[in-house]
């Protein structure tokens, strides 16, 4: 930009190892773990706003033991268009690709488009061990 001014962005950053999940974030990107028909929201005490970029951004750390299920981190783009249930049962499928592929499709308008930027990881670590 000619005012030397950078953009503005969310940010999600996980470190996930055999005992623990832990992070920070700030903006409106999200992780969740889906754990035997459970879902817990890693992120659901970030603050929107300020983005990062704005200089002003107030990132907020999470932890969690790692006890197996699902991690799935994505834009607004997904948790915002898609009903929690039907992501759920995406991530569910037994083929990682696939689900990855489902639930990018998830938001998709009628006319093919995407209402919003769709960007996800989904992670499915081994078994927790000693």
Not at 89 to 115: F, G, I, Q
Request: proline share 5%; hydrophobic share 40%; aromatic share 4%.
């Amino acid at each position: 930009m000619a005012s030397g001014q950078g953009g503005e962005t969310t940010a999600l950053v996980a470190c996930v190892t055999r005992r623990r999940v832990v992070g920070a974030s700030a903006g409106d990107s999200e992780l969740w773990l889906f754990q035997g028909g459970e879902s817990t929201a890693l992120t659901e005490h970030q603050h929107r706003k300020p983005l990062l970029g704005s200089g002003q951004a107030r990132p907020v750390t999470f932890e969690l033991a790692w006890r197996g299920g699902v991690l799935l981190g994505a834009s607004d783009g997904l948790f915002k268009y898609v009903d929690l249930r039907r992501i759920r049962e995406h991530v569910s499928l037994a083929d990682a690709n696939a689900a990855v592929l489902a639930l990018t499709a998830l938001p998709r308008l009628a006319r093919c488009a995407l209402p919003d930027d769709v960007g996800l990881v989904l992670c499915r670590p081994s078994a927790p061990g000693p």
